[in-house]
């Protein structure tokens, strides 16, 4: 008989946790009876035909009062969940479900909560508070675990990096053409360089960083264009765009149900997080064979981009006083920006020049950006679902376990 797996996120709607989620539910199912529970069902944007889900309808609320009310409230019907369906693994991915998991324990199941970005580590008292209460915290990447026992001492940790299926991103990205403003050539006849980015819009991304690296770039490379896939409306961004005169080059396409055919589109794809956990979209534009240009923040893309985790080379460059760029075995890294969003057009850090100096230097370098793009997509298919899927058994203690039927 299958043990039960109860996988718990707030909602469905387009984002990194939430797609490992169904994934995780898919994945899973030879070897577990497994449930999603949801807060809300608004806005699903992952196909979730065939999962057993439920909606608490239990949606955000408004101000502080509101939100504790929230946890009160779904802590109770979770708990009550838990009681009748019995799961022996009680899975919770965001920070908002980690609390609900937690505070819903019944003493039946193992509990365990997901860290999925790097932000939650500067939250201490929330951190031990949950961690009393888990019987195992899963991290997506190797740098938060092990802060988690250097910094907190704990030590009921494990890492499960993002799954990924890499052939089926890649056929998706060749299942047609997308609808970009632009041809294949600009009014030169010069074949486009196309930028891609992808993420909500969200200051953790900073893309008023993006586009002002992207201005100058332009500059140089008159044939580069960008793109940016994602959730919202980007009025700022826009009007920054057109403040640094290349709105006729920035596509915001908003959110895309079928990204990959519009990531295929690109030949680098640049990441100008402040913080992450662990970049899906990252992955997958290597996946469809972009090379990686990615600040090197807290956590996943130095891991991501090199065999050995390790930054060490900025503090060298900084102290000789040379250009902060670290030339990775798949990808390329340089350091986190400036937190303080900035919509200034005439306001340019060097930073940004860096980051552009890099891409620019990328772009017309046809040798190095071959080699970049082969290496992304070697790298890509490091993260299976294999794997996933054996680390995850092992972390249940069924390493090896058979699957079972119904």
């Known amino acids: 008989m299958k043990k039960k797996l109860m996988l718990i996120s707030p909602m469905l709607h387009q984002g990194g946790f939430e797609r490992v989620c169904v994934t995780t539910a898919r994945l899973l199912a030879p070897y577990f009876e497994v449930v999603i529970v949801i807060f809300s069902s608004e806005d699903i944007a992952y196909d979730i035909k065939g999962l057993n889900i439920i909606d608490i309808k239990m949606g955000a609320r408004e101000g502080m009062a509101g939100k504790l009310l929230n946890i009160g409230k779904r802590s109770l019907k979770v708990r009550q969940l838990k009681k009748r369906w019995k799961p022996d693994i009680a899975y919770s991915f965001g920070s908002t479900a980690n609390i609900v998991n937690a505070f819903s324990r019944t003493g039946k199941e193992k509990v365990w909560l997901g860290i999925r970005s790097y932000m939650e580590m500067g939250q201490p008292r929330k951190i031990r508070l949950l961690a009393k209460f888990a019987d195992l915290l899963v991290c997506c990447s190797r740098k938060i675990e092990g802060e988690l026992g250097e910094k907190y001492g704990i030590c009921h940790t494990a890492t499960l990096y993002n799954p990924y299926n890499v052939e089926a991103i890649r056929k998706e990205g060749d299942s047609g053409e997308p609808a970009l403003p632009w041809g294949e050539r600009d009014g030169q006849g010069r074949k486009l360089e196309v930028l891609v980015s992808m ?56 959110l895309q149900r079928e990204p990959y055919k519009y990531l295929k589109k690109g030949q680098v794809y640049l990441l100008t997080s402040l913080n992450e956990g662990f970049p899906n979209a990252l992955v997958e534009g290597m996946a469809l064979g972009l090379a990686a240009v990615s600040t090197a923040c807290m956590t996943g893309p130095s891991e991501i981009l090199q065999e050995k985790d390790d930054i060490s080379l900025f503090r060298q460059q900084a102290a000789e006083n040379s250009p902060p760029v670290i030339y990775g075995d798949y990808g390329i890294l340089v350091p986190v920006m400036a937190p303080e969003p ?65």
């Open 342 to 406: 900035d919509f200034d057009p005439g306001h340019i850090l060097e930073e940004e020049r860096n980051l552009a100096q890099v891409v620019a230097g990328l772009l017309l370098d046809r040798q190095q950006l071959e080699k970049y793009q082969k290496a992304a997509v070697e790298r890509s298919r490091i993260f299976t679902y294999e794997g996933y899927v054996g680390q995850f058994l092992k972390c249940a203690g069924l390493p090896g376990r058979k699957k079972e039927r119904g």
């Open 199 to 254: 993420g909500r819009e969200d200051q953790v991304k900073g893309f008023w960083h993006l586009l002002k690296a992207f201005a100058l770039v332009h500059e140089t490379i008159p044939q580069a264009r960008l793109l940016i896939i994602g959730e919202g409306t980007f009025e700022p961004y826009k009007k920054l765009a057109e403040e640094l005169k290349i709105d006729g080059e920035v596509y915001f396409s908003g």
